[in-house]
């Protein structure tokens, strides 16, 4: 399968996304990015710093940012597996506290036992969800990722 095949396929899945899978790819790339940024943010050094004030030859810059560059690539992959994991979550959302810019902690009645979980993103979609109501999460515990998936009761 060549490059350009790759391409279409993604493409493809993307226009074919339901809102939740949009919703948690958007947050992932987000949070993927943030932590590829110090590696952009090294190359410009090693590329400005390095190459004019050391002096050091083309070619030595060149291959450190190849390096780095590598380093990169298999970093996000790691990343980016780490945040693919979630786990679903059924049940009535029994309360919702905003813990100001770290985000929320909701408690789910899954069954006889509550579940708490801490959000860092994805839960101002909860905050429009009505008390008691059943909702369906995907929750990643790595990233403290929520997304809603469907709900019965919206506030209006």
């Known amino acids: 399968m060549g490059l350009r095949d ?3 396929d993604q493409f493809a899945r993307q226009k074919t996304m339901t809102g939740p899978e949009k919703k948690a790819n958007d947050i992932i790339g987000k949070l993927i990015m943030k932590k590829a940024l110090w590696f952009i943010v090294a190359m410009v050094v090693v590329g400005i710093l390095v190459a004019t004030v050391l002096k050091f030859p083309w ?3 060149l291959l450190v940012d190849v390096v780095i ?3 990169a690539y298999f970093f996000m992959k790691k990343e980016s597996e780490k945040y693919q994991e ?3 979550y059924v049940g009535n959302l029994i309360s919702l506290e905003n813990k100001g810019k770290d985000g929320y902690t909701a408690l ?3 069954g006889k036992r509550p579940i708490k979980l801490d959000i860092k993103y994805g839960g101002e979609d909860l905050v429009k969800v009505k008390k008691n109501a059943i909702v369906q999460i995907t929750y990643n515990p790595t990233g403290k990722i929520a997304i809603l ?3 019965n009761d919206i506030k209006r």
Do not use: E, G, S, Y
Request: net charge positive; aromatic share 16%; charged share 15%.
């Open 6 to 8: 790759r391409f279409a």
């Open 86 to 88: 979630f786990t679903p």
């Open 69 to 71: 560059l590598v380093a």
């Open 108 to 110: 789910i009645k899954q």
């Open 59 to 61: 070619w030595a810059t």
């Open 149 to 151: 998936v469907t709900k």
